[in-house]
């Protein structure tokens, strides 16, 4: 698949579940609205439409949700998926977790061929992340990073820049992170979705986050990639790496090769626009893929250059659906 811009649509992020056991607040309202179980897409159109677009070239799936390992019966479609991994025919099937399950499910997660996972974690501290997340317990995330790691899947840790709330962290994170081999990447908080609050306030630019550490540590850019959009450092002092994740300051569109599908079906081209095929109907009109994969074609044949996040007081969200909607 080859969007008009010349680019190549490998990675498909697809979003199982808008559910989540937390309730962090750069992310969603503390009492959401989740969408009818009727409206979510079953585990087995799931895996067929993972499928079209894996028969179409893509070559790296991640799940993600809201939390996708809340959803009911989530390692069937893992191990149904896994095939694709056993033929060949796809390179990574990957995750993106708040953690709050994975003691429970790494060794299974293992089994199916993931090797790699995100997991979303904004501050070592305890009291600060009861008050990011909202819901959420740090000592069973900590559990859990520690068993995705003894199953041997490598774990990448994301972090928000809050400005304000764990911007006096980054180098305990990355000193924490790089200790225990795993990678950092720090994000710029995104304008997406009402979150009872003004995004003014949390937003913090990297490029002021990049400066503040190059006073603490020698950081080298590198050529590394995971197929996502952060761009990466080496650490002198560490020996680790960090990344940058920079949809405010300097998007990373001319690279782009991601498109997202929502657990309603839904394909979004662009995190960042709203422009959007429905992906159910055709998925549910017939057992071919016919119209499947003229609805995916038609799809890409308009991904558009680049998405135009603005951030500012009295504004309202770039994009008004929650990130828990389309995966991140």
């Known amino acids: 698949m080859v969007d008009p811009f ?50 179409k070239g893509v070559r790296r799936v991640r799940l993600t949700g809201g939390e996708p390992l809340v959803r009911k019966n989530i390692l069937s479609l893992l191990q149904s998926l896994s095939r694709h991994l056993r033929t060949g025919a796809l390179e990574e099937l990957t995750m993106t977790t708040n953690g709050s399950q994975l003691a429970r499910f790494a060794d299974d997660l293992a089994a199916c061929g993931i090797k790699r996972i995100n997991v979303s974690l904004d501050t070592l501290d305890r009291d600060r992340f009861k008050a990011i997340t909202r819901w959420g317990d740090f000592d069973k995330v900590m559990e859990g990073i520690a068993a995705a790691s003894a199953a041997g899947i490598k774990v990448k840790i994301n ?7 764990n911007e006096d962290e980054y180098e305990r994170l990355i000193r924490w992170c790089h200790e225990r081999g795993h990678d950092l990447t720090i994000i710029e908080t995104m304008p997406m979705g009402d979150i009872d609050g003004d995004r003014t306030d949390q937003y913090l630019p990297l490029s002021k986050v990049r400066e503040r550490l190059e006073e603490r540590f020698t950081l080298t850019d590198i050529p590394y990639r995971t197929g996502g959009p952060a761009r990466y450092v080496e650490i002198a002092e560490t020996g680790g790496r960090l990344g940058f994740i920079t949809p405010m300051t300097h998007n990373f569109c001319e690279s782009c090769n991601r498109v997202r599908v929502t657990c309603t079906g839904r394909l979004y081209l662009c995190l960042g626009q709203d422009d959007s095929a429905d992906l159910r109907e055709p998925l549910r009109a017939s057992e071919g893929n016919e119209r499947l994969n003229m609805a995916i074609d038609e799809a890409i044949s308009r991904k558009p250059k680049g998405h135009d996040f603005i951030i500012g007081r009295d504004k309202k969200p770039s994009v008004p659906r929650f990130m828990s909607t389309t995966g991140g």
């Open 159 to 165: 972090t928000v820049a809050l400005a304000g709330v």
């Open 6 to 55: 010349g680019r190549k649509v490998t990675y498909l992020r697809v979003s199982v579940t808008d559910r989540c056991d937390f309730r962090c607040v750069y992310c969603m309202a503390e009492n959401m609205t989740f969408l009818p179980r009727k409206d979510l897409l079953s585990l087995e159109e799931i895996d067929r439409l993972i499928t079209a677009f894996v028969d």
